[in-house]
């Protein structure tokens, strides 16, 4: 057990926080002055690859798959040397975290920051993948909202603590394990009763969900499938094998990737013939 006891006034030790510290600080607002690209599409989008980037970036390619005039240019904003505190970026988003999106198609441009916000804004702009109105639509941003608030605790609480604290700790380890399986179980019982989270159709829901929870059923974040035992969930592991195979997902998916097989990498898009 730690003997730490909690100073009367909290100082920042950049030394203690892991792999991420030199990016974390307990300040908001530019660190320096760095205007962003802007590309000729009618939407820009300043991302990476993460589980809250590829939201977007598969949304994008879904709504040019069907048919909408959803032209994109995706920048790469490397988080881990700081690009999202340049002052352009935190124009756009004062929080200082990707994806971050200018939607220039109007005569007034736009800003539009956190992943949630996006997808939804861009849903209803094309009245794409989210019902219109009644209990579907409700339906659909109930688990767009659940996944908004769950995702920290299975990125900033598991992950953190399982893969990336400077220490493995029992206590935050267990603490954030139990919520990440009980955060399953309820994304097994929705998948349950329904083919997708706002029922028999895909939406933006499963956009927001399946970069953070599939990954995590497949393993590809935090390595810690096993630890998990998520061959429990079979309703979560069909519902993301099925979503991966769409054309779209797997395009989205490579979007502002810099890691991993080359041929899954797509540092920026400013085109489709981009993924050629």
């Keep these: 057990m730690s003997d730490y006891t909690p100073p009367k006034v909290w100082t920042h030790d950049a030394e203690s926080g ?73 124009d756009v988003n004062p929080n200082s975290k990707i994806p971050a999106l200018m939607d220039r198609s109007g005569d007034t441009p736009v800003r539009v920051f956190e992943s949630g916000a996006i997808l939804l804004h861009l849903a209803e702009k094309f009245g794409a993948f989210l019902p219109a109105s009644g209990p579907a639509r409700t339906e659909v941003l109930n688990w767009l ?28 380890i267990n603490r954030f394990a139990m919520e990440a399986k009980r955060q399953l179980s309820v994304l097994d019982r929705r998948l349950g009763e329904a083919r997708y989270l706002g029922g028999d159709d895909y939406s933006i829901a499963d956009m927001a ?47 502002n990737r810099t890691w991993g097989d080359e041929d899954k990498q797509l540092r920026e898009r400013h085109d489709a013939s981009d993924f050629e």
């Design 145 to 172: 909202f659940w996944l908004q608030g769950s995702a920290p605790y299975l990125g900033g609480g598991f992950g953190h603590f399982y893969a990336y604290a400077p220490e493995k700790l029992e206590y935050p």
């Design 209 to 255: 969900t399946w970069p953070w929870y599939g990954a995590l059923v497949k393993g590809l974040v935090y390595d810690a499938a096993e630890f998990l035992s998520v061959h429990e969930y079979g309703n979560v592991l069909r519902w993301t094998d099925e979503i991966a195979e769409r054309a779209s997902v797997q395009r989205g998916r490579r979007v």
């Design 18 to 90: 892991g792999k991420f510290a030199n990016i974390n600080r307990p300040t908001a607002g530019p660190t320096h002055d760095k205007e962003l690209p802007v590309g000729e599409h009618p939407f820009q989008l300043y991302s990476m690859g993460t589980p809250n980037g590829v939201k977007v970036t598969v949304m994008f390619e879904e709504l040019l798959a069907a048919g909408h005039a959803a032209e994109y240019d995706a920048w790469f904003i490397n988080i881990g040397e700081g690009d999202q505190f340049g002052s352009g970026f935190v």
